[in-house]
T-cell receptor, first 114, second 113 residues
Framework: EAGVTQFPSHSVIEKGQTVTLRCDPI?????LYWYRRVMGKEIKFLLH????????ESGMPNNRFLAERTGGTYSTLKVQPAELEDSGVYFC????????????FGSGTQLSVL | SQQGEEDPQALSIQEGENATMNCSYK?????LQWYRQNSGRGLVHLIL?????REKHSGRLRVTLDTSKKSSSLLITASRAADTASYFC?????????????FGKGITLSVRP
């Protein structure tokens, strides 16, 4: 079974530019989560999809962040325009039954905004 | 807001020793999960313990949960250099649409060969 795939693994952009991160969950996993870890801080929840619907986006920092999951398969997280404080590692995770069971995580995207 | 808080923040031990890591949380939970992250990699699930369970074992891992104290501990016995990683506890609260895992800052474990 293929795991959760994220790309790119690294992205270096300048302040004001746009970046789109992609996550391919494990096939059949309806639940998809985005998390972010800023250096030295906790892994913070961003949002949760169930199939193509946003179930909870309470963790999204502001309207510069836009997440989509068209067709309920892969998901994208776009940051536009990027700011310095957006730097961090963005993780995607998926599961069949939400947080009643373990989440499967991707390797993350290291985003650096200069 | 941060739910799980791990203690200590960093731990350095000799190979073969046991490593004990603690996690405290603030609100009632449905389950608590421990994850490991090796440098540059994603999080790997280690063990899940439900709120009605007190102890679980998986190989060299032993997890306890004390809901009255709102705390959990992860014990790694006979540690190996390969156990060097960051360890996170995460709490799950089932609130219907807003069910999610909330993580702490993590514990950096270094196992010296």
């Amino acid at each position: 079974e293929a795991g959760v795939t994220q790309f790119p693994s690294h992205s270096v952009i300048e302040k004001g530019q746009t970046v789109t991160l992609r996550c391919d969950p494990i096939s059949g996993h309806d639940n998809l989560y985005w998390y972010r870890r800023v250096m030295g801080k906790e892994i913070k929840f961003l949002l949760h999809f169930v199939k193509e619907s946003k179930q909870d986006e309470s963790g999204m920092p502001n309207n510069r962040f836009l997440a989509e999951r068209t067709g309920g398969t892969y998901s994208t997280l776009k940051v536009q325009p990027a700011e310095l404080e957006d730097s961090g590692v963005y993780f995607c995770a998926s599961s069949r039954q939400g947080v009643e069971e373990k989440l499967f995580f991707g390797s993350g995207t290291q985003l650096s905004v200069l | 807001s941060q739910q799980g808080e791990e203690d200590p923040q960093a731990l350095s031990i000799q190979e073969g020793e046991n490593a004990t890591m603690n996690c405290s949380y603030k609100t009632s939970i449905n389950n608590l999960q421990w994850y490991r992250q090796n440098s540059g990699r994603g999080l790997v699930h280690l063990i899940l313990i439900r709120s009605n369970e007190r102890e679980k074992h998986s190989g060299r891992l032993r997890v306890t949960l004390d809901t009255s104290k709102k705390s959990s501990s992860l014990l790694i016995t006979a540690s190996r250099a390969a156990d060097t990683a960051s360890y996170f506890c995460a709490t799950a609260v089932f609130t219907g649409a807003n069910s999610k895992l909330t993580f702490g800052k993590g514990i950096t474990l270094s196992v010296r060969p």
